[in-house]
T-cell receptor
Framework: NAGVTQTPKFQVLKTGQSMTLQCAQDMNHEYMSWYRQDPGMGLRLIHYSVGAGITDQGEVPNGYNVSRSTTEDFPLRLLSAAPSQTSVYFC???????????FGSGTQLSVL | QQQVKQSPQSLIVQKGGISIINCAYENTAFDYFPWYQQFPGKGPALLIAIRPDVSEKKEGRFTISFNKSAKQFSLHIMDSQPGDSATYFCAASISSGGFKTIFGAGTRLFVKA
């Protein structure tokens, strides 16, 4: 029972590079979301999805894109990485909207 | 704009003592208030949650107290243990009309043996 799987666990990028953070869940959850965690800032919502083909912006969406083509996968794309995007990124899913979130183990991203 | 304000930022408690973490929210549409526990290198995990139609919920050593009129809620950890040392996040969400769980800034708890 894998739950929520995030890859990679660590990544170093140069400013301006692009990359995709992967997130997959095997619980058939309709709701998935991406958060970034920064010291003293808690977890801030980047984007979320209420089902395949439906996405919406969270608190801090600038610089990030998402798509949801299947129930299982919810990738997060950084189009042109900036040092301000250095953070730990968490993907989460939920069976019922706004209810218990299941988190992945995180991706630690450094942008130089 | 922080919709959920959490305090204190850090907390040191002696083993066996009571740990208290407070949160306040602004949006009266929130109708689900969970607390998450996070250990270093791990993702947060749900600890306990409450809905605004009750004033208190207890699960083992963990209790949520909820004050709807004041728009405040708190986590009490009774008989705190060194294994409780972690970061705790309060959160608030709206269970209809969208899916947004907003988190507080977190409290780093250290329980001294």
């Amino acid at each position: 029972n894998a739950g929520v799987t995030q890859t990679p666990k660590f990544q170093v990028l140069k400013t301006g590079q692009s990359m995709t953070l992967q997130c997959a869940q095997d619980m058939n959850h309709e709701y998935m979301s991406w958060y970034r965690q920064d010291p003293g800032m808690g977890l801030r919502l980047i984007h979320y999805s209420v089902g395949a083909g439906i996405t919406d912006q969270g608190e801090v969406p600038n610089g990030y894109n998402v798509s949801r083509s299947t129930t299982e996968d919810f990738p997060l794309r950084l189009l042109s990485a900036a040092p301000s995007q250095t953070s730990v990124y968490f993907c989460a899913s939920s069976y019922i909207q706004g209810q218990k979130l299941f988190f992945g183990s995180g991706t630690q991203l450094s942008v130089l | 704009q922080q919709q959920v304000k959490q305090s204190p930022q850090s907390l040191i408690v002696q083993k066996g003592g009571i740990s208290i973490i407070n949160c306040a929210y602004e949006n009266t549409a929130f109708d689900y208030f969970p607390w998450y526990q996070q250990f270093p290198g791990k993702g947060p995990a749900l600890l306990i949650a409450i809905r605004p139609d009750v004033s208190e919920k207890k699960e083992g050593r963990f209790t949520i107290s909820f004050n709807k009129s004041a728009k405040q809620f708190s986590l009490h950890i009774m008989d705190s243990q060194p294994g409780d040392s972690a970061t705790y996040f309060c959160a608030a969400s709206i269970s209809s009309g969208g899916f947004k769980t907003i988190f507080g800034a977190g409290t780093r708890l250290f329980v001294k043996a």
